[in-house]
């Protein structure tokens, strides 16, 4: 069997991005719960240094700055090609991890700033990388496999937050060390991964030259100038309300979640060890989905990405309505024992988790699946406006995630996610309709 580039770069992308967010999305599920320990120990030893340190208000930094810096992460993603630009970004991500192993509040929102620039362009050349691998015959399949790779970083990191936070109230500083510590060498191994990524051959699906921007005549700035153009089409526009949930979503299940399952009372001292168990099984969700949906894209997309956008969409109001029912209104701010619909079960926070990613998985991957099948030629651009629409939905809600009580939060999200359903339905259908319509044409 002939050696295929295109999916040993997929692969080892996987790879890099499963040990990368190993370390980065375990410490954004924890950040909150690790800030309020730090602070419990400043206090008994009379330390001003993390007194104004927020978790919340971190990575609102990280998502505001996000947002902003997709405007021009293709015009750098285009001058230095997607392989380095991952390579320089991951390192970034290294040097937020390792913030925490000597926590200062200062510190952590000028490496929040500097992460939201670096994020911006990983995740605009990890689109453009993973189109200029794929053809319209295996995006589905590709963007599926990165998928399920890329998530099982919350297997891994979480699993070591369960055993390390086991029977603590507050997690103390020697454990903190070892985890952060450990989180920090697996973010550098992810950086070495990216030196093993090979220039893909080329394909019909490919926009930018993969090493420079040779491969558009007009340069860096043309792409911010296509960014501004695809912005305003009408597919795009229905589509970011979509991109827009997914923000909300993620704030919800990446962060404010686990926080919420560490702050009930009722759960006793095993709540911070829950944390992990429930990051593992957001991963589980996302696995499954991405093989299901992604890996196994040729069959399921027969039926059109519309039934998946839906199963998700049910998936996630299910999860919400239970959360809403299982958590103190002011669990994603503080430790509470106030009184809930029910009694609080760790069972249905485990099982809200799973359908958190699992729903998550849904919208995703049919989000990558459509944007690399209908603007193929501006992956770079389009990948980057998905990122910039996302990441400023994720920066207000970890603005209000420190505000607003569970319910209302939950409720901002049920109203976004059903116009973003049906938003994106108006899109698939209208493919469905002509399919030979490729958005872009209409620039």
């Known amino acids: 069997m002939a050696f295929d580039v295109r999916v040993y770069n997929i692969v080892i992308l996987g790879f890099a991005f499963m040990a990368v967010f190993t370390a980065f999305q375990t410490t954004g599920i924890i950040e909150q719960t690790v800030i309020n320990s730090i602070k419990n120990d400043s206090l008994a030893h009379n330390e001003t240094d993390t007194k104004s340190a927020n978790g919340y208000y971190s990575l609102c930094i990280v998502y505001s700055v996000f947002a902003a810096a997709n405007w021009i992460a293709p015009s750098i993603v285009t001058a230095i090609g997607p392989r380095l630009a991952m390579f320089l970004s991951a390192i970034v991500y290294t040097g937020f991890i390792a913030v925490f192993l000597k926590l200062k509040a200062w510190a952590l929102y000028m490496m929040s700033a500097i992460l939201g620039l670096a994020a911006a362009v990983i995740w605009t050349a990890q689109g453009n990388y993973l189109t200029l691998n794929s053809d319209k015959e295996t995006m589905p399949r590709n963007s599926g496999l990165f998928w399920a790779m890329f998530q099982c970083s919350y297997l891994f990191g979480n699993l070591l937050i369960y055993f390390e936070f086991q029977g603590q109230e507050y997690i103390k500083a020697d454990v903190r060390t070892t985890v952060y510590t450990i989180l920090t060498v697996v973010c550098g191994i992810g950086v070495l991964l990216f030196l093993l990524l090979k220039k893909p051959p080329d394909t019909e699906m490919h926009s930018v030259n993969e090493d420079s921007g040779e491969g558009d005549p007009e340069g860096p700035l043309h792409s911010i100038k296509r960014a501004f153009q695809l912005f305003k089409m009408k597919e795009m526009v229905l589509l970011e309300i979509c991109f827009f949930y997914t923000g909300l979503e993620l704030t919800f299940f990446s962060g404010v979640f686990g926080t919420c399952v560490g702050n009930v009372v009722h759960f006793g001292d095993n709540a911070e060890s829950y944390i992990g168990i429930c990051g593992i099984l957001i991963g589980a969700g996302e696995v499954v989905g991405g093989a299901s949906f992604g890996i196994f894209g040729s069959k399921t997309i027969k039926f059109g990405r519309d039934p998946i956008i839906l199963l998700g969409y049910i998936v996630h109001m299910a999860a919400f309505y239970l959360c809403f029912l299982n958590f103190p209104g002011n669990s994603p701010v503080e430790k509470s ?30 989000i990558y699946s459509i944007l690399g099948s209908l603007f193929a030629r501006d992956s770079a651009a389009v990948f980057a406006l998905y990122k910039f629409t996302q990441s400023t939905a994720a920066a207000a809600a970890f603005f209000y995630s420190s505000e607003l009580l569970l319910e209302w939060q ?3 999200m049920v109203v976004f996610g059903t116009i973003g359903t049906l938003s994106f339905f108006i899109v698939e259908w209208g493919i469905k309709a002509s399919p030979s319509h490729l958005g872009y044409d209409k620039i």
């Open 337 to 366: 024992d106030a009184a809930t619909y029910i009694t609080p079960v760790a069972g249905i926070a485990f099982a809200c988790a799973f359908l958190l990613g699992f729903g998550d998985s849904c919208f995703n991957t049919q």
């Open 410 to 412: 939950l409720l901002i």
